[in-house]
């Protein structure tokens, strides 16, 4: 009875059916149990169970990998706040938007929305950069350089379908010259290199009303059908797909052994007068 007594709170926490379910251990004590903990939790086990000194210094990484998925959280979070006010129709979409910056309590829930969009692009960007820069593409890396390609083309293409939703004429004018380009891709385009070779005898497959940009804008010009489909890609598919490609992407960096480390030239020897 006296040692239950003198147990700390974290030892008794520690010993609870709710802790046992989660990280399925005892409190970690020693390096071993603790990487235990963190490879039997349901929610830690994609975090690595040991991390490099490298992959904790911000002159190296400048933790722009985090700082991209705590503004996609972030993201996420006010683009919830901002569905329950906003209405994706042309009679509404504009009216609401002034409503939320003037009369809805914490409208600047847009705000925060808007800049942390801008942010995440930018951040993203100077992700990719450093990955290059530090040669973290390269093998066994290469699948995971991949990988973020992707969700840098994701992360471009939120920015761009949010980008239609106030419903102003920045906008409407914006995804009009986009979406103008977009009839330029090879093969989906019906002005791109190769449309012209997708038919069948006299019957062209890619025309004006099947091309990516009819796809896209869902008619011939920006109107009520494009403002949906903007917001249903914006809300809820291409979120969906980008946690799906982010999950992958960490799931990936703990496989490859975390973070690459820089560049090593310990092992390299100058060549000698003989040799040159």
């Given at each position: 009875m006296a040692e239950k007594e003198n147990k700390s709170i974290l030892e008794k926490m520690g010993e609870s059916q709710v802790w046992k379910s989660i990280i399925r251990s005892g409190v970690p004590r020693t390096r071993r149990q603790r990487m235990h903990a963190i490879l039997g939790s349901v929610f830690l086990h994609l975090h690595p169970a040991r991390l490099p000194k490298h992959a904790v210094k911000v002159g190296y990484t400048w933790c722009m990998g985090g700082l991209s998925f705590f503004l996609f959280v972030n993201l996420t979070i006010t683009g919830i706040l901002l569905m329950f006010y906003y209405r994706p129709s042309v009679e509404y979409a504009f009216t609401d938007i002034i409503d939320l910056a003037e009369q809805v309590p914490l409208g600047i829930m847009r705000e925060l929305h808007r800049w942390a969009a801008h942010s995440m692009v930018l951040i993203v960007w100077l992700h990719m950069v450093r990955v290059f820069m530090t040669g973290s593409y390269k093998p066994p890396r290469e699948f995971n350089w991949g990988v973020g390609v992707i969700l840098m083309t994701l992360t471009m293409l939120l920015s761009f379908t949010g980008y239609l939703l106030p419903w102003d004429q920045l906008a409407i004018w914006a995804v009009t010259v986009g979406s103008n380009m977009a009839r330029a891709t090879?093969?989906?385009?019906?002005?791109?290199?190769?449309?012209?070779?997708?038919?069948?005898?006299?019957?062209?497959?890619?025309?004006?009303?099947?091309?990516?940009?009819?796809?896209?804008?869902?008619?011939?010009?920006?109107?009520?059908?494009?403002?949906?489909?903007?917001?249903?890609?914006?809300?809820?598919?291409?979120?969906?797909?980008?946690?799906?490609?982010?999950?992958?992407?960490?799931?990936?960096?703990?496989?490859?052994?975390?973070?690459?480390?820089?560049?090593?030239?310990?092992?390299?020897?100058?060549?000698?007068?003989?040799?040159?």
């Amino acid at each position: 009875m006296a040692e239950k007594e003198n147990k700390s709170i974290l030892e008794k926490m520690g010993e609870s059916q709710v802790w046992k379910s989660i990280i399925r251990s005892g409190v970690p004590r020693t390096r071993r149990q603790r990487m235990h903990a963190i490879l039997g939790s349901v929610f830690l086990h994609l975090h690595p169970a040991r991390l490099p000194k490298h992959a904790v210094k911000v002159g190296y990484t400048w933790c722009m990998g985090g700082l991209s998925f705590f503004l996609f959280v972030n993201l996420t979070i006010t683009g919830i706040l901002l569905m329950f006010y906003y209405r994706p129709s042309v009679e509404y979409a504009f009216t609401d938007i002034i409503d939320l910056a003037e009369q809805v309590p914490l409208g600047i829930m847009r705000e925060l929305h808007r800049w942390a969009a801008h942010s995440m692009v930018l951040i993203v960007w100077l992700h990719m950069v450093r990955v290059f820069m530090t040669g973290s593409y390269k093998p066994p890396r290469e699948f995971n350089w991949g990988v973020g390609v992707i969700l840098m083309t994701l992360t471009m293409l939120l920015s761009f379908t949010g980008y239609l939703l106030p419903w102003d004429q920045l906008a409407i004018w914006a995804v009009t010259v986009g979406s103008n380009m977009a009839r330029a891709t090879q093969f989906l385009g019906n002005e791109g290199p190769g449309a012209a070779l997708l038919a069948i005898g006299d019957i062209n497959l890619v025309h004006v009303g099947s091309d990516v940009r009819f796809a896209l804008l869902g008619g011939r010009f920006v109107g009520e059908a494009t403002l949906l489909r903007f917001y249903v890609l914006h809300c809820i598919a291409i979120p969906f797909v980008a946690m799906i490609f982010m999950a992958v992407h960490f799931w990936r960096i703990r496989k490859d052994g975390g973070i690459s480390g820089p560049v090593s030239y310990t092992h390299l020897t100058l060549p000698t007068n003989r040799e040159v």
